[in-house]
C-alpha cells in the first residue's frame, strides 16, 4: 500500500480526502449489510427528516501509530454507547456495538496509508455519523437510515505548544435548553453554539464558558468540551443534565484517581472560580486545553488561572499520562485501548 503524501508536521486540524468511507443502511426494521463507497457525496432526498427535523448524531474519536508501530483506537466502545444514545434523544435507529466496530475497523483498514506515523503528533480521526434519509413534510420520525464513517488525518491541536488561552464567560446566550439535547452529541447544539463561539473568537477569546442554562449560575460546558478544575487535591468538574458525557474526561477523572486525587462531579458556582489552581476544556480533539484567565463579559470580573502563563501541573500530567496511553508509550492498565492487528 502506497504511503499518503502528505507533510505530517504540516497537517492542520481539518478534512483532508482519504480512499474510502463505509455505510450501512436501516431498512424494514433491520440493518443491512457493511458497504465501501470510495464518493464523498450522499444522495439523499431532499424532505429527507435528516435536513428538516434534525435526525442526525455523530461521533468523533481517533486512532494512533503507536510507539511500537500498532494500531490503537482509544476507548471506541464508548463511543459506540454514546452515539446509542444520541440516537435514542432524536429517535433513530441505533446501530448496534458490533456493527459500529466492524465498521470502524474496516474503514481504518482501507485507509491504512493515511494513519500518521508515530512521532509525527498528528492521527487519524474518524467521524461516525447517522442520519435520517425518509423523505417527510410533518414532523415524525424517519423509517430508514443511514450509519456511516470517514476518515482524516488531523495534525496536533496544539500547532504552537501545549499553552493557556483564555475564554470568557456570558448570560447572553445559552447552547442548549434544561432537560433538552445537550446530552446528546446531535448537530443541532454545535449550530446553537455558532454565533457565541464567533463573538467570542472575535473578542480574542477561544471558547466561551457556558453557564447552565436554568440559573445561570453554575459552570457548565467550554464552547464543545467539558470542562474541569484542579483545586488543592481535588478534580472537580460540573455535573448536570445538559453537559454531554465527555469520554475524555470520564478518562482524566480515572486517572486523577490514580493520582491519588479526590473527583468531585457536581454544581460548580461562578463565584468558587477565584479559587482554582487550575482548568481546563477536555474533549477528544485537544485532550485538555489548558485555561489562562476566564473573562466574564457582563460583570467585569476578570480571574487569571495560569499565574506564570504555563499549564499546571496536574494539568499537564494528565495530558502527557493520557496521551502517553494512547501511543503505547504508558501501560494502559484500565484497557482502554483497541489494538488492530495489522
Not at 237 to 262: C, H, K, Y
Not at 282 to 297: N, Y
Amino acid at each position: 500500500m502506497k504511503e499518503a503524501d502528505i507533510n505530517w508536521s504540516a497537517l492542520g486540524f481539518g478534512y483532508v480526502p482519504t480512499d474510502y468511507n463505509v455505510r450501512c443502511y436501516y431498512r424494514n426494521g433491520q440493518w443491512g449489510e457493511i458497504e465501501v463507497s470510495s464518493s464523498e457525496t450522499i444522495e439523499m432526498h431532499i424532505a429527507a427528516t435528516a435536513l428538516h427535523y434534525g435526525q442526525e448524531c455523530f461521533e468523533g474519536l481517533k486512532a494512533f501509530r503507536g510507539k511500537d508501530g500498532k494500531v490503537r483506537v482509544f476507548r471506541p466502545i464508548e463511543n459506540a454507547k454514546r452515539i446509542q444514545d444520541s440516537a435514542r434523544g432524536v429517535k433513530m435507529a441505533e446501530i448496534t456495538t458490533e456493527k459500529f466496530m466492524e465498521m470502524m475497523e474496516t474503514v481504518i483498514r482501507l485507509n491504512e496509508r493515511f494513519i500518521p506515523p508515530y512521532g509525527s503528533g498528528a492521527s487519524l480521526y474518524i467521524r461516525p455519523l447517522e442520519i435520517g434519509m425518509t423523505a417527510r413534510v410533518g414532523v415524525k420520525p424517519a423509517d430508514e437510515y443511514c450509519f456511516l464513517m470517514l476518515v482524516t488525518p488531523v495534525g496536533p491541536y496544539f500547532k504552537e505548544g501545549f499553552k493557556p488561552t483564555n475564554i470568557c464567560l456570558t448570560r447572553e446566550y445559552d447552547r442548549v435548553a434544561p432537560k433538552g439535547t445537550g446530552r446528546f452529541k446531535v448537530g443541532g447544539n454545535y449550530a446553537a453554539s455558532l454565533v457565541a463561539g464567533e463573538k467570542a473568537h472575535e473578542l480574542g477569546y477561544s471558547a466561551v464558558l457556558y453557564l447552565d442554562p436554568k440559573e445561570k449560575k453554575y459552570l457548565d460546558e467550554c464552547g464543545p468540551a467539558n470542562f474541569y478544575a484542579i483545586k488543592g487535591n481535588s478534580y472537580i468538574t460540573p455535573a448536570s443534565e445538559s453537559i454531554l458525557p465527555s469520554i475524555t474526561n470520564d478518562s482524566l477523572m480515572q486517572l486523577a484517581r490514580d493520582f491519588g486525587m479526590e473527583v468531585e462531579r457536581r454544581h460548580v458556582p461562578v463565584e468558587e472560580i477565584p479559587t482554582f489552581d487550575e482548568a481546563a476544556a477536555c474533549g477528544t480533539a485537544a485532550v485538555c486545553s489548558p485555561v489562562g484567565e476566564i473573562h466574564d463579559l457582563d460583570t467585569g470580573d476578570k480571574w487569571v488561572i495560569a499565574k506564570d502563563g504555563k499549564p499546571g501541573p496536574v494539568t499537564n500530567r494528565l495530558y502527557d499520562t493520557l496521551n502517553g496511553i494512547r501511543l503505547g508509550e504508558i501501560e494502559d492498565t484500565h484497557n482502554w485501548n483497541v489494538v488492530l492487528d495489522f
